[in-house]
Structures are given as C-alpha cells and as structure tokens.
C-alpha cells in the first residue's frame, strides 16, 4: 500500500490486493502520477469485452428473491464496475467527513454486506456503494502514453511491460493471453 498527500485534509492510497506481478517496484510512480481527485480509480472488471454488468455480481439466477429485493432499492444494476485487486484513491471520495457515524463508509459497506450476503464478496459490496450508490469510481487507465499501466491478464508481451500484473504470464495458459487489441 501506498499513501501521499493529494489534496489539503485528504490523502490518496494505493491499495494493491496479494499475489500480483510486477517487474520494477519504482514503475509504481507512472500511477501515483494518475490524478484521482475526488474519485476512486481501479481496473474494470468487465474488460475486454466489457459486457458483464454490476447485476451479475448479485447472482441473480441462483438468488432471484434476493435480487428482486435488490432491483426494488432502485440501485441502478446494468453499469460497468471495478475489481478490487488494485485501486487507488482519494480518502475524501471514498472516506467522506463529516459524516454521521451510520453514514461512515465502514458503517455503509458493512450494512449493504449484510443485506446482500448472496454476492461475489467484498469486491460486489465496493463496487455497489462506489460504482451505483456513491459514484465516485472512474476506470484505471490500460496505460499511459508510454507505459502499461494494469492488467489482469497479460496482453500480448513479456509481463515486464506492465507497471503491475495480477497474472504473469507464466501462470496464464497461451489460450487465455489477451491480444494487444483487447
């Protein structure tokens, strides 16, 4: 994890989940350079293609009951969403204050967890408070002018191309190397 000071009364962090990949530990600073004023930034979990939705993470086919009640709170559901392996943002989009103690983010997160138990664990919880209640998330971007920034998969090229790599590509089988052009 990363902290610096972005703002005056705020800080950005860079959380970074286990076992991910990455060549040089000094790249880190081509996404410390990211500006994430006021939002959250993390990798979309949709790409490549980018047809999931944030509903899917919700189950709907195995928990219909549970998602009926979902769709009832009127959370808009049909939107793209982030991972959670690596994020980075601005504790004042993220930890906003003040706030009453009900509404602090810990308090907010723990609440939806234990009226949706039926979803994809804490990344869904995240990605519905900061992707459709509190929009404050905004997609990593796949890289800089010159550099790569994130992946989950490795693109076509050595995994040292990447500031971070969830898989290198010695883990993934060449089936499921993505190309250049995802």
């Known amino acids: 994890m990363y902290v610096s000071r972005c703002a005056p009364r705020s800080r950005c962090v860079l959380h970074e989940d286990s076992r991910w990949y990455r060549a040089d530990p000094l790249s880190v600073q081509h996404i410390l350079d990211l500006n994430v004023s006021g939002k959250l930034t993390a990798f979309s979990d949709t790409w490549p293609d980018y047809t999931w939705r944030l509903h899917g993470q919700f189950y709907p086919k195995e928990y219909p009951a549970e998602y009926e009640a979902m769709k009832k709170q009127n959370y808009n559901l049909e939107i793209d969403y982030f991972m959670s392996t690596v994020m980075y943002y601005d504790t004042r989009a993220v930890l906003p204050h003040?706030?009453?103690?009900?509404?602090?983010?810990?308090?907010?997160?723990?609440?939806?967890?234990?009226?949706?138990?039926?979803?994809?664990?804490?990344?869904?919880?995240?990605?519905?408070?900061?992707?459709?209640?509190?929009?404050?998330?905004?997609?990593?971007?796949?890289?800089?002018?010159?550099?790569?920034?994130?992946?989950?998969?490795?693109?076509?090229?050595p995994a040292g191309d990447y500031v971070m790599l969830k898989m290198n590509s010695q883990q993934v089988p060449p089936e499921r190397l993505c190309t250049d052009e995802s």
């Open 98 to 157: 003040p706030v009453p103690l009900r509404e602090t983010t810990v308090a907010l997160l723990y609440a939806l967890a234990r009226e949706f138990p039926h979803c994809n664990g804490d990344q869904a919880i995240m990605a519905l408070l900061f992707c459709a209640i509190k929009p404050v998330w905004t997609p990593l971007p796949i890289r800089t002018s010159t550099t790569l920034l994130y992946d989950y998969l490795p693109r076509s090229g």
